[in-house]
Structures are given as C-alpha cells and as structure tokens.
T-cell receptor, first 114, second 116 residues
Framework: DGGITQSPKYLFRKEGQNVTLSCEQN?????MYWYRQDPGQGLRLIYY???????QKGDIAEGYSVSREKKESFPLTVTSAQKNPTAFYLC?????????????FGPGTRLTVL | DAKTTQPNSMESNEEEPVHLPCNHS???????IHWYRQLPSQGPEYVIH?????VNNRMASLAIAEDRKSSTLILHRATLRDAAVYYC?????WGAGGTSYGKLTFGQGTILTVHP
C-alpha cells in the first residue's frame, strides 16, 4: 500500500535530550513537510523539502533540524533548544506534477517531554 | 500569506446537507482554495480544492464566489464519520519550472459536530 508512515506513534523524552522522529513515504513524491500541532490549534510548518538534499525553514524552525538524504525519507530532530517540544508532529508529502496538488499526511507522532 | 476566516464550530444532523463557509478577502489571483479535514488524533485528509470554478468530487462540493473572496464546502449528506475539524486553506505556489510545491498554512478551522 502506498502512503506515509511515521514512527513511533507515541514518544516520551526527558528534558534536555534530542529526539528524532521518522517519516517515510513510498509515493515517489518530491516534496515533504513537517508540521507541528498544539492542542486546539491548526498546523504550523516547521521545515519543508522540495527535493533530495535541499530543505527550507518553515514558520517555526527554531530548535528543530532535518535532513533529506533520500527521496523517501525526511527525519525531524527535536533538539534540546526547542523550548516547548510537547506537541503532535505530522509529516506530509506532495507532488506538484499533474493535476493533483493535495498533500498526503502521515498518522503523526505525539511527543511528550517529561 | 493570505488569510482565511471560518466559524469556530457548526452543527448538523445526520443525512442533512452541511454548508461550511470560508472568507478569504485578500486572496490573490494565483491562490488555490484547498479544504482539508482532520479527525481526532489523526493527520489531516485532503477533501477538495479549486481555483475559480465550482468543483465536485466523491467527498464534497466546493462553491467559489465570483469575486473569489469567499467559498463554501458542501457535504451533501452528513454522516457521523464527517465529524471533524475542517480547514479552509489558501495555497501559495512556489517552485521552479511551473511545478507547484505550495505549502499549506492552517488556521484553526471549523469543528463540525454531526448529530445522529
């Protein structure tokens, strides 16, 4: 089945630790995105990548880092510099080619800092 | 980014039509109007999008005002599974060579409650 997978579904981290969230897609999409969602709020863009080995900061990139070494993978690292990391993290991918402009989202990772 | 305004919440009865409004008075000529929905503890799901003309698909219809400053998502017969947060989003178009990789800017959306 084609789609986006995120792991783990739930993640607990001690304050001061870095943690990496996984995002994999087998849709052959060029563009990938990371969003953060806080309770009762909409999604906010952290980072996005148009193509392998290229990525750009979104609206709230501070305290986060990403890499895009493979087309199908776009991991997000939440560093100790992120002041309020507890949130629901969503990965998405899309292609601009053809008539469809939709973004496909993964199931999300809920990160809790203890 | 151009902003959208949606009601915080709406209610509907099962099997009745639902009209979800969205205002986007500062929309630019190249902004697409996208609708996504999100069920609790899940990632958002694409519903429909359009530019100028009304659009229909298996999930919903999108009615776009002639001046494009507002739009309405229409669910023809609401079911309990349609209860979700609905987001109206204007999509920026960026990228080279005519390929759009537009990011999505989410607001708070409309919480739709469907009563049995």
């Amino acid at each position: 089945d084609g789609g986006i997978t995120q792991s783990p579904k739930y993640l607990f981290r001690k304050e001061g630790q870095n943690v990496t969230l996984s995002c994999e897609q087998n849709l052959n999409h060029d563009a990938m995105y990371w969003y953060r969602q806080d309770p009762g709020q909409g999604l906010r863009l952290i980072y996005y990548s148009q193509i392998v080995n290229d990525f750009q900061k979104g609206d709230i990139a501070e305290g986060y880092s990403v890499s895009r070494e493979k087309k199908e993978s776009f991991p997000l690292t939440v560093t100790s510099a992120q002041k309020n990391p507890t949130a629901f993290y969503l990965c998405a991918s899309s292609t601009g080619q053809g008539a469809s402009n939709e973004q496909f989202f993964g199931p999300g990772t809920r990160l809790t800092v203890l | 980014d151009a902003k959208t305004t949606q009601p915080n919440s709406m209610e509907s009865n099962e099997e009745e039509p639902v009209h979800l409004p969205c205002n986007h008075s500062t929309i630019s000529g190249t902004d697409y109007i996208h609708w996504y929905r999100q069920l609790p503890s899940q990632g958002p799901e694409y519903v429909i999008h359009g530019l100028t003309s009304n659009v229909n698909n298996r999930m919903a219809s999108l009615a776009i005002a002639e001046d494009r400053k507002s739009s309405t998502l229409i669910l023809h017969r609401a079911t309990l599974r349609d209860a979700a947060v609905y987001y109206c989003i204007l999509r920026d178009v960026w990228g080279a060579g005519g390929t759009s990789y537009g990011k999505l800017t989410f607001g708070q959306g409309t919480i739709l409650t469907v009563h049995p």
